[in-house]
């Protein structure tokens, strides 16, 4: 029982000195969750616009110029939401 | 820490001791308040160099020319429109601007994109914002611009109450945020990617068994460094155009 006990003393003990690098690693664990799942949308989202982008522009040549400008600001608008993420991954990793 | 591979803290790579003065004094000058003066140095050279009117263009001329008919083809004829001319000394020194203190990302002994910290983007988003508001006041009268902005015409009197506050935030509060954000996140992951593999490669030098390895860092070193060099074109490219689109939105009200 009394080495039980002492176990149960030592684990307890390295719990409270070993939560700032709990924390840390929570901390790294949640970044690493945040910017994946930040990537997952707007890969599909430009993916899917590239490629609409260039069926326009072969299918009309002409309008290439035009569908280039708005599909750099389609990119722009979509990205944005991955950069969030990637802030949110900064901010809890290093902050 | 892995395989004696130690990234530096973050503080390390962005932030920049001063170059005179003590720490934490109000005139600090580190090296992005040197990048800084340099950009704007070189945007002013820039437009001094293409104020000769040659007929056949040489030299500076030449690049500054060419520049101005890309902001010109490529930006405000496609977002502004023909009326749009009276913005282009706004947007060619905002893309110059932008351009160069990205440039200094791959630049030797420079190495850092003075758009990674958030003070120059937000500054510049914030001189767009005000820029567009004040574009749309000019241009429209502040009554007509706020109405039109925030009472867009055509929608139902009862959904008002839902897509006026959404207007509010999206004309008003994202759109400088998203700018200044979009901006300093792209600069910021630049460089850390070029941070990693430059450690990665400084580390596999001194490891005997994985220096095998060690070429094909190097080569995602190199070849990094020329997508960085798109990305620092891309991204000023991407701010212009979208201040472009705020300036066109804010000079044609929606009927």
Request: include cysteine; hydrophobic fraction near 55%; charge should be neutral.
């Amino acid at each position: 029982m009394s080495v039980l006990a002492t176990v149960a003393q030592e684990v307890a003990q390295a719990a409270t000195t070993d939560k700032a690098t709990g924390q840390a690693i929570a901390g790294a664990q949640g970044a690493g969750l945040a910017y994946g799942l930040a990537a997952i949308g707007p890969g599909i989202g430009i993916g899917y616009l590239v490629g609409q982008s260039v069926q326009a522009m072969a299918r009309q040549p002409e309008a290439a110029g035009m569908v280039r400008t708005t599909m750099f600001l389609g990119i722009a608008f979509t990205e944005a939401l991955a950069l969030i993420g990637f802030v949110v991954f900064i901010l809890l990793k290093f902050v | 820490m892995i395989f004696g591979l130690e990234f530096p803290p973050i503080q390390n790579i962005v932030e920049w001791p001063n170059i005179f003065g003590p720490a934490d004094s109000w005139y600090g000058f580190n090296k992005i308040a040197l990048i800084n003066i340099v950009a704007l140095a070189v945007t002013s050279i820039l437009f001094i160099l293409g104020m000769k009117r040659q007929l056949v263009p040489k030299g500076a001329q030449n690049l500054v020319e060419s520049t101005v008919a890309f902001i010109d083809d490529g930006i405000i004829k496609q977002t502004i429109g023909e009326g749009g001319l009276g913005y282009l000394p706004f947007l060619t020194s905002l893309f110059f601007f932008i351009l160069i203190c990205n440039l200094f990302e791959i630049i030797p002994f420079f190495h850092m994109p003075a758009n990674a910290r958030m003070a120059g983007p937000a500054v510049l988003a914030l001189i767009t914002w005000g820029y567009f508001i004040v574009v749309g006041i000019k241009h429209q009268g502040p009554g007509h611009y706020f109405k039109g902005a925030l009472f867009p015409p055509g929608v139902p009197k009862a959904l008002y109450i839902l897509v006026t506050p959404i207007e509010l935030i999206s004309t008003f509060i994202v759109r400088p945020f998203s700018l200044a954000v979009r901006l300093f996140a792209n600069m910021l992951a630049g460089h850390i990617l070029l941070v990693t593999f430059s450690v990665l490669c400084a580390t596999l030098w001194v490891l005997s068994a994985l220096v095998v390895v060690l070429p094909f860092s190097f080569f995602m070193l190199v070849a990094l460094t020329g997508f960085e060099l798109l990305v620092a074109f891309l991204q000023a490219y991407i701010f212009t155009i979208l201040a472009a689109v705020y300036i066109g939105g804010a000079l044609h009200p929606e009927h």
